[in-house]
């Protein structure tokens, strides 16, 4: 049986394609991934073997655009949309499941039009644009932060890696493969401190920052493991006994996941503020603690409260969850509900 997975731009949107390919070839299922020529798309599946066919079209966004930008971006969607209605006819398509973001709009649009069972994954706590748009459309809306809940897609790797935190002595700073520059300077300014308590720093910051931020490093005389980029995060995970980080809704499932007790820093320009609403999620269970930008920058409010958190419960707390694979329970929701 074949299925359709579609969306991207970003890592968190991809991780999540990334979850259901794993899962859907366990199931046995054959996959083709529809995805856009922009953003990260091609950069993480270009060379997937797991999908039988790849299609990267010019895929273009259309909540930004104004006036005749808006009108050209619906009108190339929609051609698009027709052509993806021919894959989903020619290659006998049972579903398409989407994780969001623009690239995810020809294929969903394509799965209406040839009335082919529509999924669709909200990753955060705040609908996107196109999700919001298409869910009435849809066979099933699955979230984390609905009130029909369904598990985060997570890789099975970040559960196996966790452990139970019970004295601080490595922080790990995760800014994003992107990075983050305020994590960056943030975690510059905190190392001298750490440093003289003994804490060990590991530090993701980013392809952009990484030079910058491990010639300063070299500077202060600090011996920071700092990285770009790692594809097993979840042993710089392990490794770590508490995270500072922005709340990305992959990076705050597969933290919880690991079992890390996390101190959030949203970021303040994510779209409709989602990033602070995924942490309050985890915050009113008393399962993170979440500091604005502005508050962060009192290094020794920041470093108080780092100290007195206690990781142990919450460590315990998080391990103690019983979070089940997302992109399993999605696939048995469509062999239930749909492909009987």
Request: charged share 20%; aromatic share 10%.
């Amino acid at each position: 049986m074949k299925i359709i997975l579609t969306g991207g731009g970003t890592g968190g949107h991809l991780n999540i394609v990334a979850c259901l390919l794993e899962s859907a070839l366990k199931k046995g299922l054959e996959c083709i991934y529809i995805g856009s020529e922009s953003g990260q798309d091609k950069a993480w599946f270009e060379n997937e073997a797991g999908f039988t066919q790849k299609h990267f079209l010019s895929s273009k966004g259309v909540v930004n655009q104004k006036g005749l930008g808006k009108v050209k971006s619906l009108t190339h969607t929609l051609k698009l949309a027709l052509k993806c209605k021919e894959i989903i006819h020619d290659e006998d398509i049972k579903a398409v499941f989407s994780v969001g973001g623009y690239s995810a709009a020809p294929a969903s649009f394509g799965a209406i039009l040839s009335k082919t069972p529509l999924f669709i994954h909200e990753q955060n706590s705040k609908s996107g644009s196109l999700n919001k748009l298409l869910k009435p459309f849809s066979k099933g809306f699955f979230s984390a932060f609905e009130p029909i809940f369904c598990p985060y897609p997570i890789k099975a790797c970040f559960f196996e890696q966790a452990r139970i935190r019970k004295e601080l002595k490595t922080i790990i700073f995760l800014g994003g493969s992107q990075g983050a520059s305020f994590i960056n300077t943030l975690a510059l300014k905190l190392a001298p401190k750490l440093n003289e308590m003994g804490i060990q720093i590991i530090h993701q910051a980013g392809k952009f920052e990484f030079e910058k931020c491990q010639n300063a490093y070299k500077e202060l005389g600090i011996n920071a493991e700092v990285f770009a980029f790692k594809p097993n995060l979840e042993q710089k995970m392990k490794e770590a006994d508490l995270a500072i980080s922005r709340a990305g809704a992959s990076t705050l499932f597969e933290l919880s996941a690991n079992a890390l007790p996390t101190l959030f820093i949203p970021y303040p320009s994510a779209s409709k503020n989602h990033q602070y609403f995924n942490a309050k999620f985890l915050f009113d269970q008393n399962l993170c603690q979440i500091f604005t930008q502005e508050q962060a920058q009192n290094e020794a409010l920041l470093l108080q409260s780092i100290l007195k958190l206690k990781l142990e419960l919450i460590s315990s707390k998080l391990k103690a969850q019983e979070y089940s694979n997302g992109a399993d329970f999605m696939l048995e929701y469509m062999f239930k509900h749909i492909l009987r």
